[in-house]
């Protein structure tokens, strides 16, 4: 049996297989040529990188919280889930959610400020100092993209399985565990799960760091821990991925290339590389390889509503007000559940000037939002409607 204990937060990650090690270092494979590239990036290893120790190690005052939450329970399955429901009722009233908040299991405990990987790994090493054994969980999810400095960035999903420790003094049937998912709405009970190693989550950390230097356009430091990401997890096909983004953003387009084709060689469905190994011949003036590729990725997302929301979100950064709402209105026909597709079609409608259908589409947004963080935001909104038309009816 499992529980589910639920917070609404998202993070874009991805992962795969496990680190390889030589007389307890990280070894580079032997394919890692082919991918890495030190000499581009001349200065990489100036930058301090997060060690694993670093990234969940806990102060006394966290490991307080932890002990505090569990006095005077001893029954292991009570315990586990004490610790759990101290920890939501901790971050649904204090965190705020942020999507850069790429931070350690400490420093997510201090600042309050966290996405959903951070959680996760806040939460993994409180339960781990108090003895539960602890998993992290892929989950397969849709593709499913945000906007951030003008990037569309690919999300995946995570959650954790915890199981409380053995006591060999009490007698339980059953050794139940608890799932905890700080973003459920992306959690489906048909999705696929499949358990992730401690290297692999570390990967995940950096590959995040990297995404966020990358987005700063800090393109050293995102290098840095792109490598420290690749000699976690060598095959991790969204990271490849990201590494040929940003080779090919300097200009590296053989290397770019390369990446891409080790990213699809790891996983031939992931179509984010094969987008950007399209974008990639688009840039080098090879068109037709280009919409070969282009053609075959549309007729496979026809279906999602999220790559129609990313196209809508394109269009309106654009100014195409009249493509955008098109995107919107084909997302909207495929799930009537997505906030972010009632805030897209209020904007646009905002722009054209129709403030009816801005602020209904806008009260529609908050209705389906999923935290009271975002009700808050679209409230905002709204309470900006109703000044601006009593400001034009006077």
């Excluded at 029954?75 to 610790?83: D, F, K, V």
Aim: proline share 2%; glycine share 4%.
């Amino acid at each position: 049996m499992s529980k589910y204990l639920l917070l609404v937060f998202v993070i874009f990650l991805s992962a795969c297989q496990s680190p390889l090690f030589v007389s307890g270092r990280l070894s580079v494979p032997d394919n890692s040529s082919v991918v890495l590239h030190d000499e581009a990036f001349a200065g990489f290893e100036n930058y301090h990188i997060e060690s694993s120790e670093e990234i969940f190690d806990l102060n006394d005052d966290a490991k307080k919280f932890a002990k505090e939450s569990i006095r005077g329970i001893r029954r292991p399955s009570e315990q586990i889930e004490a610790l759990v429901q101290a920890i939501f009722t901790r971050s649904d009233f204090n965190l705020l959610y942020r999507a850069d908040a790429n931070t350690t299991a400490q420093q997510t405990f201090t600042s309050r400020a966290a996405n959903c990987l951070s959680l996760s790994i806040m939460t993994y090493a409180l339960a781990t100092e108090m003895g539960f054994d602890v998993r992290f969980q892929h989950i397969e999810i849709p593709e499913y993209w945000t906007r951030r400095e003008g990037q569309s960035i690919l999300n995946s999903h995570i959650n954790l399985q915890l199981l409380p420790k053995n006591d060999i003094t009490l007698v339980e049937l059953k050794r139940q565990g608890y799932e905890v998912d700080f973003d459920v709405q992306r959690t489906t009970k048909h999705d696929k799960k499949s358990l992730l190693t401690y290297a692999q989550v570390i990967s995940l950390f950096y590959n995040n760091k990297g995404s966020d230097a990358l987005l700063n356009k800090n393109y050293l430091l995102a290098y840095a821990y792109y490598r420290a990401a690749y000699l976690q997890d060598p095959r991790q096909a969204h990271l490849l991925a990201n590494l040929g983004y940003l080779y090919r953003i300097n200009a590296l387009y053989t290397f770019a290339e390369s990446a891409y084709q080790q990213a699809i060689k790891v996983d031939k469905d992931n179509l984010t590389a094969w987008q950007n190994l399209a974008f990639l011949y688009k840039h080098t003036n090879q068109a037709d390889k280009a919409s070969q590729i282009l053609l075959e990725l549309a007729h496979k997302r026809a279906s999602n509503p999220f790559y129609h929301l990313s196209l809508g979100d394109s269009a309106y950064e654009r100014e195409d007000w009249q493509s955008a709402l098109s995107n919107y209105r084909r997302a909207l026909s495929l799930d009537k559940n997505l906030h972010e597709v009632f805030f897209g079609l209020g904007k646009t409608y905002y722009e054209l000037g129709e403030i009816g259908r801005s602020k209904h589409y806008l009260q529609m947004a908050k209705k389906k939002s999923r935290s009271k963080q975002e009700q808050q935001i679209y409230a905002g909104k709204i309470e900006f409607l109703r000044r601006q038309a009593l400001l034009t009816k006077s």
